[in-house]
């Protein structure tokens, strides 16, 4: 009788013990709502962390896709292809030669691509119908896929948007309108050029380019076997 007695508190405490590390178990364990809760907050997280991956990715690529060095080379010369707006029969000749030459180049370096083939050497090239054809293999160079590199309808969309970015910059430009007599109000000439960029920029970053022509960043390419992503 002693002996029961004396067993009592010892299952008593092997059972308050047991009892309280269950407690313990249950309290780090989440709630089934909780864990639900969790794996939708992880969704949403995932989902904003992709979309913000591709409009930074899309703005990054913006240097590329709007005509800057265009831009640039067209603001030096500009002045001096028209004399400060001064223009003569000459002037304005060589000023449309330029708006033409400058037109096409914004056409052009949105076309160009570039390749790697099984050793790893890059090629550029300019995108064709059929695929691309390669400048410094004589196109008689071609990448794995041929039917990746083709010319598609979105690359004559990014043309237009970049031409029309130019011209609308070009035409906008103090010395144009001087050599060529056009009237506008400072406003329209301050402002639009402004909103059409802003609103190409927005359409080149929802419909982003798969090129790397020239001008793409290199230390962008992921692999030296990039895929078309």
Not at 76 to 87: Q, S, Y
Not at 130 to 140: D, T
Not at 171 to 185: F, G, K, Q, R, T
Request: net charge neutral; charged share 20%; glycine share 6%.
């Amino acid at each position: 009788m002693a002996n029961y007695s004396s067993s009592i508190p010892h299952c008593l405490g092997d059972m308050m013990d047991y009892s309280i590390q269950q407690d313990l178990i249950e309290s780090r364990l989440p709630d089934e709502d909780s864990y639900y809760s969790l794996r939708d907050d992880d969704k949403d997280e995932s989902r904003f962390v992709c979309v913000l991956n591709a409009v930074l990715s899309g703005t990054a690529r913006l240097n590329v896709l709007l005509p800057t060095a265009t831009i640039l080379a067209f603001t030096i010369f500009a002045p001096l292809l028209t004399d400060d707006g001064k223009c003569e029969t000459l002037n304005r000749w060589l000023m449309g030669v330029f708006l033409a030459i400058s037109s096409a180049s914004c056409i052009f370096f949105l076309f160009t691509d570039s390749f790697r083939t099984a050793r790893g050497r890059l090629y550029y090239g300019v995108a064709t119908f059929s695929g691309i054809w390669s400048f410094n293999g004589g196109g008689r160079r071609k990448p794995c896929a041929p039917s990746e590199y083709r010319l598609r309808w979105i690359d004559l969309f990014h043309a237009s948007l970049s031409l029309i970015a130019f011209l609308t910059f070009a035409i906008s430009h103090n010395d144009v309108m001087a050599c060529y007599h056009l009237e506008m109000p400072r406003k329209v000439t301050n402002s639009v050029p402004l909103v059409v960029g802003f609103v190409i920029s927005v359409l080149f970053v929802v419909f982003p380019s798969k090129r790397r022509g020239i001008g793409y960043p290199f230390l962008l390419h992921k692999h030296p076997l990039y895929t078309r992503n």
